[in-house]
C-alpha cells in the first residue's frame, strides 16, 4: 500500500515508537494520578487507542467531535461542537488528544471551552503539528512529530474520510489538495 504514496512523511514503525515515548512521558507526569484523555473524533482516534494502551497510570477515556468551517483542506477557526463530552470533567487532569494542530485555532478553542469547566488541568497531546502555520499562539506540551505545511492524510487523517486506515502519515497528492 506504501507504493502509491510517493510522500510518505512518517513511517509506521516511527509512529510506534515515538508513541511510546509519549505515552511513557505522560505516564511519568501523571503518576498518582488519573487522567481523563479526550479524544478528539475522527482523526485522533487510531492516535488515542495505540497511546493509551501504552500508558501505565490509570486513565479514563472521553470523546468530542467538533467541526471548523471551512474547505476540505483548509479550517476557518470556527468551531462548533459535533458531540460533547460524557464526563464532568471538574476537578479532573484533562489530556485532549489531537491528530495535528495547523492554525492552533481548534485546539485554542478547546482549552477554552474545557478550561472554563474547571477542571484541576488541561494539557494536549497531538500526534503532528505544522508549526509554520500557526494562528493562535497555544501551547501543547506533548507532540508526536512536525510535518512540513502539506496536507497530510492516514493513521486516522481523512482526505473527505477517505485514507485513514493507512499505517502511516503521507502527503495528500498535490493535485488533490485545493
Ligand atoms: P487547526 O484548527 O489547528 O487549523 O486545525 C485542526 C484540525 O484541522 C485538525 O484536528 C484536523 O482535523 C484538521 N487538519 C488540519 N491540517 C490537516 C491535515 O494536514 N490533514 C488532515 N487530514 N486534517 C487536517
Same mark, same amino acid.
Given at each position: ?52 494502551r ?18 476540505? @483542506? ?9 458531540? &460533547? ?16 494542530? &495547523? @492554525?492552533? $485555532? ?7 471551552? $474545557? ?13 503532528? @503539528? ?31 474520510e477517505d ?13 488533490? &489538495?485545493?
Amino acid at each position: 500500500m506504501t507504493k502509491e504514496f510517493d510522500e510518505v512523511l512518517v513511517r509506521e514503525e516511527e509512529i510506534r515508537a515515538r508513541v511510546s515515548e509519549l505515552a511513557a512521558e505522560i505516564s511519568r507526569d501523571y503518576e498518582g494520578r488519573n487522567p481523563l484523555l479526550v479524544c478528539i473524533l475522527k482523526g485522533a482516534v487510531f492516535f488515542m487507542a495505540d497511546l493509551v494502551r501504552e500508558i501505565s497510570v490509570p486513565c479514563e477515556l472521553d470523546f468530542m467531535a467538533v467541526a471548523s468551517y471551512g474547505s476540505a @483542506t483548509d479550517s476557518s477557526g470556527v468551531v462548533r461542537i459535533l458531540k &460533547d463530552l460524557d464526563a464532568n470533567i471538574e476537578g479532573r487532569d484533562v489530556i485532549i488528544i489531537e491528530d495535528i494542530i &495547523d @492554525t492552533g $485555532l481548534t485546539l485554542s478553542y478547546l482549552f477554552k471551552n $474545557l478550561g472554563a469547566r474547571n477542571p484541576a488541568t488541561v494539557e494536549a497531546c497531538a500526534l503532528l @503539528t505544522k508549526p509554520s502555520r500557526r494562528k493562535a499562539d497555544i501551547s501543547c506540551k506533548y507532540v508526536g512529530f512536525e510535518v512540513p505545511d502539506r496536507f497530510v492524510i492516514g493513521y486516522g487523517l481523512d482526505y473527505r474520510e477517505d485514507y485513514r486506515n493507512l499505517r502511516f502519515i503521507a502527503a495528500l497528492p498535490e493535485e488533490k &489538495d485545493e
